[in-house]
C-alpha cells in the first residue's frame, strides 16, 4: 500500500533552513508528482509547491516562492523541502502528498503522510 | 488566485443524519474540484475528487456533485468515525487554494 514518511522537521530560529524529507511506498515513485501541504497550528490547510514526476516543472505558493525549494530523487523514492529564511508565520505541520498524474496540470492529491512538525521560534 | 468558501464553517448533527457542506469557488473550474477529511491530530485524507469520484476505499455514505462554481459534499447515516473536519479543494489552476473547513460535530 501506499506509504510517504515525512522527516526532519522540529524547532528551528528565524531566518535559518531546515530540510524536509518523505519517503515514499508502495507505488512507482518516479511516475507520479508530488506536492507539499502544510497546516499552522489551529489553521485550515495551505498548498505549498509541486514538483512533477520527473522534476522539470514545478510550482509555489507564493508565501514561499524564493525561500523554499522542492527535489526529489527518483533512485531513492524521496521528496525534499529545503526552506530557507524561514519566518514564524513557517510554523506549521508539513505533509507531503502523492498526485494523481506525473503532470502538474489537473492533478489532485490521493494519498496523504502524516506529517512533519516544522517550528520557527527563537 | 481562486478564492474557495466553504459553508456552514461547523455544524451540529446527530448520529444517523445526513448532512451537506457547500463549496463555492470564486470562479469557474469545471470539475476540478476535491474534498478531504481530517481528525484531530491526524493527517488529511482523500474523500471524493472530479467533484463526485470517490477515492479508492471510501464509503459510499459520501457522495458530491456539482460543477462550475457551487459544489457539495454529502454524507448520509452520520457515525461516531465521521465526526472531523472537511475541506474542498480545487485543482484547477495554481496556486491550489483549499476552503476554509467544515466543523461537523456531535449534537
Known amino acids: 500500500q501506499v506509504q ?42 495551505e498548498w505549498v509547491v509541486i514538483i512533477s514526476y520527473d522534476g522539470s516543472n514545478k510550482y509555489y505558493a507564493d508565501s514561499v516562492k524564493g525561500r523554499f525549494t522542492i527535489s526529489r530523487d527518483n533512485s531513492k523514492n524521496t521528496l525534499y523541502l529545503q526552506m530557507n529564511s524561514l519566518r514564524a508565520e513557517d510554523t506549521a505541520v508539513y505533509y507531503c502528498a502523492k498526485g494523481s498524474s506525473g ?15 516544522v517550528t520557527v521560534s527563537s | 488566485d481562486i478564492q474557495m468558501t466553504q459553508s456552514p464553517s461547523s455544524l451540529s448533527a446527530s448520529l444517523g443524519d445526513r448532512v451537506t457542506i457547500t463549496c463555492r469557488a470564486s470562479q469557474g473550474i469545471s470539475n476540478y474540484l476535491a474534498w478531504f477529511q481530517q481528525k484531530p491530530g491526524k493527517a488529511p485524507e482523500s474523500l471524493i475528487y472530479a467533484a463526485s469520484s470517490l477515492q479508492t476505499g471510501v464509503p459510499s455514505k459520501f457522495s458530491g456533485s456539482g460543477s462550475g462554481t457551487d459544489f457539495i459534499l454529502t454524507i448520509s447515516n452520520l457515525q461516531p468515525e465521521d465526526f472531523a473536519t472537511y475541506y474542498c479543494q480545487q485543482y484547477n489552476s495554481y496556486p491550489l487554494t483549499f476552503g476554509g473547513g467544515t466543523k461537523v460535530e456531535i449534537k
Open chain 1, 103 to 117: 503532470i502538474v496540470g489537473a492533478t489532485y492529491f490521493d494519498y496523504w503522510g502524516q506529517g512533519t512538525l
Open chain 1, 4 to 45: 510517504l514518511v515525512e522527516s526532519g522537521g522540529g524547532v528551528v530560529q528565524p531566518g535559518r533552513s531546515l530540510r524536509l524529507s518523505c519517503a515514499a511506498s508502495g507505488f512507482t515513485f518516479s511516475n507520479y508528482g508530488m506536492h507539499w501541504v502544510r497546516q499552522a497550528p489551529g489553521k485550515g490547510l
